[in-house]
């Protein structure tokens, strides 16, 4: 598991963390994962693009997880 810390900010948008953390190449790329159900957040399918990620939240994409951090 990847540990991804959010510094200054209360959350970061599930398409932004995905391109920052290289799980995809780019913004539109993210888009199309989220909008197709390939990503699941706290073990859920999120479709939600912009959905707000916070610390204790878990991010799985393929076989990478990624927990959010303060």
């Given amino acids: 598991m990847e540990e991804f810390k ?5 959350y ?3 398409n932004q963390l995905l ?3 290289g799980l995809v190449g780019t913004g539109g790329e993210a888009m199309i994962r989220i ?4 990503v ?3 073990g859920t399918i999120e479709t939600q693009k912009r959905k707000k990620i ?5 991010v799985k994409y393929l076989e990478s997880t990624i927990l ?3």
């Fill in 40 to 42: 699941l957040l706290n």
């Fill in 12 to 14: 970061i948008q599930l």
């Fill in 19 to 21: 391109k920052t953390t």
């Fill in 35 to 38: 909008s197709e159900g390939e």
């Fill in 6 to 10: 959010l510094e200054n900010q209360e």
């Fill in 68 to 70: 959010i951090i303060g």
């Fill in 54 to 58: 916070r610390v204790g939240d878990k």
